[in-house]
């Protein structure tokens, strides 16, 4: 069984920045993806971000290129989600959760394991 943990989320005005974090622990196949998926209030969860566990190749939603970070510390086994230049609209419940890396990452729906969630919230 995998756990994922996270935490970071908090309130913060447009512009600003924070650090998700996603603790990763129990059983794991040699190699995945992790990735960052949101849920904004009475919208479908989306795609954020993804990384490849082992070679830490990322890919991420147009939304947020350029403004948010992927990156993950193999000896901590946690992955981060670094947000910049946040805007209103990135207010969301952000959820990290693990895909095979032979399934589509960028369908939520594919993603197995998940963390309980951590709200984002960005204020105008």
């Known amino acids: 069984q995998v756990q994922l943990v996270e935490s970071g989320g908090g309130l913060v005005q447009a512009g600003g920045s924070l650090r998700l974090s996603c603790a990763v622990s129990g059983r794991t196949f040699s190699d995945y993806r992790m990735g960052w998926i949101r849920q904004a209030p009475g919208k479908e969860r989306e795609f954020v971000a993804v990384?490849?566990?082992?070679?830490?190749?990322?890919a991420y939603a147009d939304s947020v290129k350029d403004r948010f970070t992927i990156s993950r510390d193999r000896v901590k086994s946690t992955v981060y989600l670094q947000m910049n230049s946040l805007k209103p609209e990135d207010t969301a419940v952000y959820y990290c959760?693990?895909?095979?890396?032979?399934?589509?990452?960028?369908?939520?729906?594919?993603?197995?394991?998940w963390g309980q969630g951590t709200q984002v919230t960005v204020s105008s």
């Open positions: 990384i490849r566990w082992s070679i830490g190749n990322t």
């Open positions: 959760a693990t895909v095979s890396i032979v399934k589509n990452w960028r369908d939520h729906r594919e993603y197995d394991y």
